[in-house]
C-alpha cells in the first residue's frame, strides 16, 4: 500500500510539472511565433548578404486594419536604402505598403491578416556592415501606432575570404558597381545562361540553312539565263543593302499575314507547338527565317567569290575527262572552293552569332534580351557586361581558329606561311640548320662574285 501510495503521488507530482510548463509555454508560442533565426542567403562570390526570408504565424488576437509588421534593423545593415521592391510577401492578402527608414522597414497591411495564418516575408538590399558577427533584428506586429513585440532573430555576417573582400571592395568604388558589379553579375548569370542557348540554337539551324540557299543563290546568279540570274541579283542586293533590323521587323510581323501561313503552322504539328525557356517555335521559326536569308546573301557572294576564283581550266579538265557538268562542280571545283573559302565561312559564322542580338527588338529573349531585362530590375549596367563575355566566350576561340586556318591554308596553297618572309630575314638569304650546327646563309650576291 505504501508503495502504490508512493507511485501515485509520483504520478501527479509529474502531471502537475507538465501542466505547470504548458502554462509557461502557451502564451510565449501563441504570442510570438518568430524562428529565433531568420534564413538569410548570402551571395558566395562576395560573401554580402542576398536576401533575408522571416516566416512567422500571425499571432491569435485580432488586429484592427491596417495592421503594421515593423523590423528594426541595426544601423550598420542601412535599411534606409530599401524599395518597395526589394520586400516580397508571400501571403493571400494584398501586398503591403512598404516604408524604410535608417534603422526600420515598415509594412503596412489592409486587411489585416487572419490569425493564425503564415506570413512569408522576403528582404533583399540589405547592406552587408563592415564587421562580421551577428546582428540582432527587432520585429514587432500589431494594431498601427500601437505595435507590440513579436519576437527577434540574428543575421550572421560572416568574414570574407581574400577574394571575397576584393569584390567587396569593387562594389564600393562608384564605377566598378555601376558597370562590374560582382553581386549582380553572378545573379545574373543563369538567365544568361539561358539566352546564350537560345542565341546558340538559333545561330546553328540559321547557319546550318544558309549555307545550301546561298550555294544556290550563288549557281543562280551566275546562271546564263536572266530568269535565274535577275531575281537571285535582286535578292542579294536588297539583302545586303538594308540593315538586319529592319528585314527581322518586316519579316517576323509581315509573315503571319501571308496566306498559308496558319496552315502550315497547323500542319507541323509538334514541331510548330514546343516552347524553350517560354519561346514558343513559332517565334523560333521566323527568326530562323530572318537569319537564314540574311546569311544566304552574304554566303552566296562568298561561295560565287571562290567558285570564279579556281581556274577554268579545272572545269574544262574534268569535263574532258567525260564528267558531267554537275560532277565537275561537286568532284572537282567545290572541294577546292571550300577550302579556299572556309575562313570566311567561319567570319561569316562569327558575324550571325553576333547578330542574334538583333532579337531582342521582336521580344525573343535571347542573351541581349535577357540582359536588358536584369538592368532594368537592377538599375545597373553590370549585366550587359556579362552578356559581352557571353559573346567573347565563344567568337575569341573560333576567331583564333580563323587565323589558324588561314595560316594553315596559306601554306597549303603557296608553300609559305603569312610570317615566312620574317624568319627568312633580308631578301635574299635563306636560314639553314643542320642538326645542332647552324650554316651561314649566302647572299645572292656572294654567289656571283664567287
Same mark, same amino acid.
Given at each position: 500500500?505504501?508503495?502504490?501510495?508512493a507511485?501515485r503521488t509520483?504520478?501527479w507530482?509529474?502531471?502537475?510539472?507538465?501542466?505547470?510548463?504548458l502554462?509557461?509555454?502557451?502564451?510565449?508560442?501563441a504570442g510570438?511565433?518568430?524562428p529565433?533565426?531568420a534564413?538569410?542567403?548570402?551571395?558566395?562570390?562576395t560573401?554580402?548578404?542576398d536576401?533575408v526570408?522571416?516566416?512567422?504565424?500571425?499571432?491569435?488576437?485580432e488586429?484592427?486594419?491596417p495592421a503594421?509588421?515593423m523590423f528594426?534593423?541595426p544601423?550598420?545593415?542601412?535599411?534606409?536604402?530599401?524599395?518597395g521592391?526589394?520586400v516580397?510577401?508571400?501571403?493571400d492578402?494584398r501586398?503591403?505598403?512598404?516604408?524604410?527608414?535608417?534603422d526600420?522597414?515598415?509594412?503596412?497591411?489592409n486587411?489585416?491578416?487572419?490569425p493564425?495564418?503564415?506570413l512569408?516575408?522576403r528582404i533583399?538590399?540589405?547592406?552587408t556592415?563592415?564587421e562580421?558577427?551577428?546582428?540582432?533584428?527587432?520585429?514587432r506586429f500589431g494594431?498601427?501606432?500601437?505595435?507590440?513585440?513579436?519576437?527577434?532573430f540574428?543575421?550572421?555576417?560572416?568574414?570574407?575570404?581574400p577574394?571575397q573582400?576584393?569584390?567587396?571592395?569593387?562594389e564600393r568604388?562608384?564605377f566598378?558597381?555601376?558597370?562590374?558589379?560582382?553581386?549582380?553579375i553572378?545573379?545574373?548569370?543563369?538567365l544568361l545562361?539561358?539566352?546564350?542557348q537560345?542565341a546558340v540554337?538559333?545561330?546553328?539551324?540559321?547557319?546550318?540553312?544558309?549555307?545550301?540557299?546561298?550555294l544556290?543563290l550563288?549557281?543562280m546568279?551566275?546562271?546564263r539565263?536572266?530568269?535565274?540570274r535577275?531575281?537571285?541579283t535582286?535578292?542579294i542586293d536588297v539583302v545586303?543593302g538594308?540593315?538586319l533590323?529592319?528585314? #527581322? &521587323?518586316?519579316v517576323?510581323f509581315? @509573315?503571319? $499575314?501571308?496566306? %498559308?501561313?496558319? /496552315? =502550315?503552322?497547323n500542319?507541323?504539328?509538334?514541331?510548330a507547338?514546343?516552347?524553350?525557356y517560354?519561346i514558343?517555335?513559332?517565334q523560333?521559326?521566323r527568326?530562323?527565317?530572318v537569319?537564314s536569308?540574311?546569311?544566304?546573301?552574304?554566303?552566296a557572294?562568298?561561295f560565287?567569290a571562290?567558285?570564279?576564283?579556281?581556274?577554268k581550266?579545272?572545269?574544262e579538265a574534268?569535263?574532258?575527262l567525260?564528267m558531267?557538268?554537275?560532277?565537275?562542280?561537286?568532284?572537282?571545283?567545290?572541294?577546292?572552293?571550300?577550302?579556299?573559302i572556309l575562313?570566311t565561312?567561319?567570319?561569316?559564322?562569327? #558575324? &550571325?552569332?553576333?547578330?542574334?542580338? @538583333?532579337? $531582342?527588338a521582336? %521580344?525573343?529573349? /535571347? =542573351?541581349?534580351l535577357?540582359?536588358?531585362t536584369?538592368?532594368?530590375?537592377k538599375?545597373?549596367m553590370?549585366?550587359?557586361?556579362?552578356?559581352?563575355?557571353?559573346?567573347?566566350?565563344?567568337t575569341?576561340?573560333l576567331?583564333?581558329?580563323?587565323a589558324?586556318?588561314e595560316?594553315?591554308?596559306?601554306?597549303?596553297?603557296?608553300g609559305?606561311?603569312?610570317?615566312t618572309k620574317k624568319?627568312?630575314?633580308?631578301?635574299?638569304?635563306?636560314?639553314?640548320?643542320l642538326?645542332r650546327?647552324a650554316?651561314?646563309?649566302?647572299a645572292?650576291?656572294?654567289?656571283?662574285?664567287?
Open positions: 500500500m505504501v508503495h502504490d501510495g507511485t509520483t504520478r507530482t509529474a502531471i502537475a510539472l507538465i501542466a505547470l510548463a502554462a509557461l509555454l502557451l502564451p510565449t508560442a510570438a511565433a518568430l529565433a533565426e534564413d538569410v542567403t548570402y551571395i558566395p562570390v560573401a554580402t548578404i536576401q526570408t522571416v516566416e512567422f504565424v500571425v499571432p491569435a488576437e488586429v484592427a486594419a503594421v509588421l528594426e534593423f544601423p550598420e545593415l542601412r535599411a534606409g536604402s530599401i524599395r521592391t526589394d516580397r510577401i508571400t501571403s492578402i501586398p503591403p505598403a512598404v516604408a524604410s527608414a535608417d526600420r522597414i515598415t509594412l503596412t497591411m486587411p489585416a491578416p487572419a493564425g495564418s503564415i512569408s516575408i533583399g538590399g540589405l547592406t556592415p563592415e562580421p558577427g551577428v546582428y540582432t533584428v527587432i520585429a494594431e498601427q501606432g500601437a505595435e507590440a513585440p513579436l519576437g527577434e540574428g543575421i550572421d555576417v560572416p568574414k570574407p575570404n577574394l573582400a576584393m569584390f567587396r571592395a569593387m568604388v562608384p566598378l558597381r555601376q558597370f562590374f558589379s560582382p553581386s549582380i553572378w545573379g545574373a548569370l543563369p545562361w539561358r539566352g546564350f537560345v540554337l538559333i545561330l546553328a539551324v540559321s547557319y546550318t540553312f544558309g549555307i545550301p540557299l546561298g544556290t550563288a549557281f546568279k551566275m546562271a539565263f536572266p530568269l535565274l535577275w531575281p537571285a535582286a535578292f545586303r538594308t540593315p533590323l529592319v528585314q #527581322l &521587323l518586316l517576323y509581315g @509573315i503571319t $499575314f501571308v496566306p %498559308g501561313w496558319r /496552315e =502550315l503552322m500542319a507541323l504539328g509538334p514541331l507547338s514546343w516552347q524553350l517560354s514558343d517555335a513559332t523560333f521559326l527568326a530562323i527565317l537569319l536569308m540574311n546569311s544566304s546573301a552574304y554566303m557572294e562568298i560565287r571562290g567558285i570564279q576564283s579556281i581556274h581550266g579545272q572545269l574534268a569535263r574532258s567525260g558531267t557538268w554537275p560532277k565537275s562542280m561537286a568532284f572537282v571545283i567545290i572541294p577546292q572552293t571550300v577550302r579556299r575562313p565561312m567561319m567570319s561569316e559564322f562569327i #558575324l &550571325l552569332f553576333k547578330d542574334t542580338s @538583333i532579337l $531582342f521582336v %521580344g525573343i529573349f /535571347e =542573351l541581349t535577357q540582359a536588358r536584369i538592368q532594368a530590375a538599375f545597373n553590370s549585366p550587359y557586361i556579362a552578356a559581352a563575355g557571353f559573346y567573347l566566350m565563344l575569341i576561340p576567331g583564333r581558329f580563323v589558324n586556318l595560316a594553315r591554308l596559306s601554306v597549303a596553297e603557296t609559305r606561311g603569312p610570317d624568319r627568312g630575314g633580308r631578301r635574299g638569304r635563306l636560314p639553314l640548320k642538326g650546327e650554316v651561314t646563309p649566302i645572292s650576291d656572294e654567289v656571283k662574285d664567287r
